[in-house]
């Protein structure tokens, strides 16, 4: 595709299209909208963690879907963000097997130590605090958070002071 078309799509990077053609070519032709959760993952992810409308529009375009659609997708699943937030995102699991070993005392160690609360950034850029997270999946080894798509698990306060301590 020409980077001169002058269609919305053009808004994605040649890198993204090349990410979004993989995944179309896991689903037949007539099931294109199969790929728009991978595809607004890569374009969120190349634009700093949050999707603009701009963006959403050119993933729409790119698959074939209407705009509408997609913003319904993005404004669905809690791991897609619509406004700017910090470079690393942090999801404390707050379900059950992970609030009976500890999560809330996690939690708030962590909104302490950054001086945020659920759903807001650093005044620096540098962490997101997701909203909370019914379930990661991790119940074995609770309380349980993830850091930037990363598992960290059996947390203590020290443990989470040593994981965010090395994040750049």
């Given at each position: 595709m020409s980077e001169a078309t002058g269609r919305k799509s053009d808004s994605l990077s040649?890198?993204?299209?090349?990410?979004?053609?993989?995944?179309?070519e896991r689903y037949p032709s007539d099931?294109?909208?199969s790929a728009v959760l991978a595809a607004l993952q890569e374009v969120q992810h190349e634009n700093g963690g949050?999707?603009?409308r701009e963006l959403m529009d050119g993933v729409a375009?790119?698959?074939?879907?209407?705009?509408?659609?997609?913003?319904?997708?993005a404004s669905f699943y809690s791991m897609f963000e619509l406004k700017p937030v910090g470079r690393h995102s942090i999801s404390?699991?707050?379900n059950i097997s992970c609030m009976l070993c500890g999560s809330d005392d996690i939690l708030e160690y962590i909104e302490k130590k950054l001086g945020i609360k659920l759903g807001e950034s650093t005044?620096?850029?540098?962490?997101?605090?997701?909203?909370?997270e019914e379930c990661?999946?991790?119940?074995?080894?609770?309380?349980?958070m993830q850091v930037d798509h990363v598992y960290y698990e059996d947390l203590t306060p020290a443990k989470v002071d040593e994981i965010?301590?090395?994040l750049e």
């Open positions: 040649a890198h993204a299209r090349e990410e979004i053609d993989r995944w179309l099931q294109r909208q949050f999707l603009t375009d790119y698959i074939g879907m209407p705009e509408i659609a997609v913003y319904e997708v404390v699991c707050t005044a620096d850029g540098k962490f997101f605090l997701k909203k909370e990661l999946a991790a119940c074995r080894s609770a309380p349980m965010l301590d090395k």
